[in-house]
């Protein structure tokens, strides 16, 4: 997810470093120890970048008023079209500098450190310590985020791991299909339109809760809990309140009472209500097993295995369940209500790939993941979603040491965003960036010969920070693309551009409606 403010440690430092440090910026820079001084021409200060404004409160004042937090990555594209492929920003307690480029990208990733930093977000740290809860990875850095990391990883990362999920992330996208195939022909017709984004949400949620918990909660039965959809509800309502009070200081609002700050608090106490209940279950179906009965081959979830192995507390192991579960659904359910408008728009694009899919499957005889190695351009789809509408519109890291970028140089512990909204849509990377084209990610299209090229699709960030849950996100999408093509011709009746707005993560103005007709 998008971070947009630093913790007040950091931005002290950012700020010493920017300023203090400022007048002696050139003499390092003439110093061959500033990483990527080899740029032609001199080396420029760090206060020579362009930037859209130096007063920080005014620059504030400004987003406020003109709702720029709602379209901050049309704002990003902007400033980048106006001022070139480098700019920084203060905005309020915020400051960071902004790049576009592959080959910058690709410098600063290179200088992230062994235990790499992004932005703090403070109210969901803040609601953390109110409420007495351990945090997760999410919000941990340095030697306790890589020691949980590298356990975790181990459960959903490595491709041991994320294998013996496919049986059940693909026996979910067939209940999806299943209801949905069931819901038109209740209507006599051979198609249906409507918004599919609730029935996204309930899948999403229900595969995050099989593969965290080893069972399914029950939500495409004929009567979902009430439970569960307070939980999308709370993670709905979390999301749309983080951007305001990462520019609010939490505790100031805490001490008030605000409504924001309360409204907050609510929806994460949902989260975490729904996801210890959840928890509780498992840990008494565990502890009830006897003890010398093996369980070879059964499937007891993300949760289960933690449990088992013990390397973490149980309350490390709470705190990073809740934090997969609460980040596996709006991340997961947006993208492929993207997918699918697109596919529904392109009906081409939506022929070759379900040609493709369709002969992989048949091959596959019933085996998920031969399925979806046979049938490559289902994850060149996921790759042009994620360009052309990613989660996050931003990718974060503070460099370890001071490198140069565009020929400026960057001080060490300075932040900077990897800006993948306009990067996505920018012509000098892409070509017809516009078009709806996953041919683009093929192999015999793609230049490898360039060692940036790679940092071109980062919607999943890069090295040992990237997403916990990639391996999840990448085949629960790419899984349920799979049934819904074998399953159903898909058409919009506009091809219109849909409208975005940004609410922590990217999301559609309005749902699109979408005609699904049985095949």
Request: with cysteine; aromatic share 8%; charged share 20%.
């Amino acid at each position: 997810m998008p971070h947009l403010i630093m913790s007040s440690a950091v931005r002290m430092r950012v700020r010493t470093r920017s300023s203090g440090s400022a007048r002696a910026i050139s003499a390092t820079a003439r110093d061959k120890r500033v990483v990527g001084a080899s740029s032609s021409g001199p080396v420029r200060s760090f206060e020579e970048i362009p930037h859209t404004g130096r007063n920080r409160w005014l620059n504030l004042l400004t987003f406020w008023r003109e709702d720029r937090f709602k379209q901050l990555h049309k704002h990003m594209e902007s400033s980048f079209s106006t001022l070139g492929p480098i700019y920084r920003e203060h905005v309020g307690p915020q400051s960071s500098v902004n790049i576009i480029m592959p080959r910058d990208i690709a410098e600063l990733f290179r200088h992230e450190g062994c235990n790499p930093e992004r932005l703090a977000i403070q109210p969901w740290a803040k609601h953390r310590e109110t409420r007495g809860h351990t945090k997760g990875i999410f919000l941990k850095n340095g030697a306790e985020w890589r020691a949980d990391r590298m356990l975790l990883n181990k459960e959903v990362m490595l491709k041991a791991a994320f294998q013996q999920f496919l049986p059940h992330l693909d026996e979910v996208a067939r209940d999806f299909c299943r209801v949905t195939q069931a819901r038109i022909e209740s209507q006599g017709q051979s198609s249906l339109t409507f918004n599919p984004g609730p029935d996204l949400f309930a899948f999403a949620l229900e595969a995050i809760c099989y593969i965290l918990y080893g069972e399914r909660i029950g939500l495409f039965s004929s009567k979902p809990s009430a439970e569960s959809r307070r939980f999308i509800w709370g993670v709905e309502r979390m999301l749309a309140t983080t951007v305001p009070l990462l520019y609010l200081p939490s505790p100031l609002m805490e001490r008030l009472g605000a409504s924001l700050w309360t409204q907050h608090v609510t929806a994460w106490d949902h989260i975490f209500t729904h996801a210890e209940s959840r928890i509780k279950t498992a840990f008494q179906r565990m502890s009830s097993r006897p003890t010398s009965c093996s369980h070879k081959g059964e499937f007891s979830g993300v949760l289960g295995q933690l449990l088992e192995k013990g390397q973490l507390s149980h309350e490390a192991i709470t705190a990073n369940i809740i934090e997969l579960m609460a980040g596996g659904v709006d991340t997961t359910a947006i993208p492929l209500q993207f997918g699918l408008f697109e596919l529904a728009r392109n009906p081409a694009v939506q022929e070759n790939v379900r040609q493709q899919v369709t002969e992989s499957v048949e091959r596959a005889n019933g085996d998920p993941q031969k399925a979806l190695e046979g049938a490559p351009l289902l994850k060149c789809v996921l790759k042009e979603i994620l360009r052309l509408y990613p989660v996050g519109i931003s990718v974060q890291r503070y460099p370890v040491k001071d490198i140069v970028l565009q020929n400026y140089n960057i001080p060490a512990g300075t932040l900077v965003q990897a800006c993948l909204y306009p990067m996505g849509r920018s012509d000098k990377i892409y070509d017809n960036p516009l078009n709806f084209d996953p041919g683009r990610w093929s192999r015999s299209r793609v230049d490898t010969s360039q060692t940036w090229s790679t940092f071109r699709s980062l919607a999943f960030g890069f090295g040992p920070r990237q997403c916990i849950g990639r391996r999840i996100a990448e085949n629960e999408i790419q899984l349920l693309l799979m049934h819904i093509l074998l399953n159903f011709h898909l058409s919009v009746s506009s091809s219109r551009d849909l409208d975005t707005k940004f609410a922590l993560i990217l999301q559609p103005e309005s749902p699109p409606r979408i005609t699904f007709r049985k095949l």
